[in-house]
Nanobody, 126 residues
Framework: QVQLVESGRGSAQAGDSLRLSCATS????????AAWFRQAPGKEREAISC????????TYADSVKGRFTISRDNAKKTVYLQMASLHPEDTATYYC???????????????????WGQGTQVTVSS
């Protein structure tokens, strides 16, 4: 099983950029997918981006497309979420997730991912 630990600066101003990291350990994530989700208070968990380990293809939610970029560094076993042009509406707890059996295309379902990080809070002030 893959263990995941998120990290990244927790607060930003509107318009700022911020990068989150998700360090993986345990089983090698040679196949499958890694994704970022977020959940704001009172709202459902939202899938925002996914990257496929086999070919590096990515998916993005419409709410972040053009502003957020998911990437991975296989040597460091780390998945990143680079967030730009942050809005106050991006305030949420951000989670990374991974599963060796998944391939992301189209909609991404949190129920399909078996490994999760503990979450990291991101607060964007106006």
């Amino acid at each position: 099983q893959v263990q995941l630990v998120e990290s990244g600066r927790g607060s930003a101003q509107a318009g700022d950029s911020l990068r989150l990291s998700c360090a993986t350990s345990g089983s090698t994530l040679d196949y499958g997918a890694a994704a970022w989700f977020r959940q704001a208070p009172g709202k459902e968990r939202e899938a925002i981006s996914c990257i496929n380990e086999s070919d590096g293809t990515t998916t993005y939610a419409d709410s972040v497309k053009g502003r957020f970029t998911i990437s991975r560094d296989n040597a460091k076993k780390t998945v990143y979420l680079q967030m730009a042009s942050l809005h106050p509406e991006d305030t949420a707890t951000y989670y990374c997730a991974a599963d060796p059996m998944l391939y992301c295309e189209g909609s991404v379902n949190s129920a399909d991912f078996r490994s999760w990080g503990q979450g990291t809070q991101v607060t964007v002030s106006s």
